[in-house]
Nanobody
Framework: QVQLVESGGGLVQAGGSLRLSCAASGRTFSNYVMGWFRQAPGKDREFLAA????????YHADPVKGRFTISRDNAKNTVYLQMNSLKPEDTAVYSC???????????????WGQGTQVTVSS
């Protein structure tokens, strides 16, 4: 089992920045690929970014490419999502997830955090 706890969400004005953190405990963190997802009210969950255990493979979805950056620190068992140039449409609950295999295969993510709310005001 892997337990994931997100933090860093909050209220920010459009154009501002936030850095989300996801702290992992349980099994060896460095064994897992990590991803960030979000879900806005009334919308499907959206896959935002992913990172391999070595950080050599990265993925950022088109809606956030150039604005959001995923990174990880295996020594701290933590994955981050740096979010810049935030827009009101970025408002959602953001969750991290851990899995094995290809970083872009959503079905490979098996452990999920509870999420943290991000609200971007216009």
């Amino acid at each position: 089992q892997v337990q994931l706890v997100e933090s860093g969400g909050g209220l920010v004005q459009a154009g501002g920045s936030l850095r989300l953190s996801c702290a992992a405990s349980g099994r060896t963190f460095s064994n897992y690929v990590m991803g960030w997802f979000r879900q806005a009210p009334g919308k499907d969950r959206e896959f935002l970014a992913a990172i391999s255990w070595s950080s050599l493979r990265l993925y950022h979805a088109d809606p956030v490419k150039g604005r959001f950056t995923i990174s990880r620190d295996n020594a701290k068992n933590t994955v981050y999502l740096q979010m810049n140039s935030l827009k009101p449409e970025d408002t959602a609950v953001y969750s991290c997830a851990a899995g094995v295999g290809a970083i872009t295969q959503i079905g490979h993510y098996v452990y999920w955090g509870q999420g943290t709310q991000v609200t971007v005001s216009s």
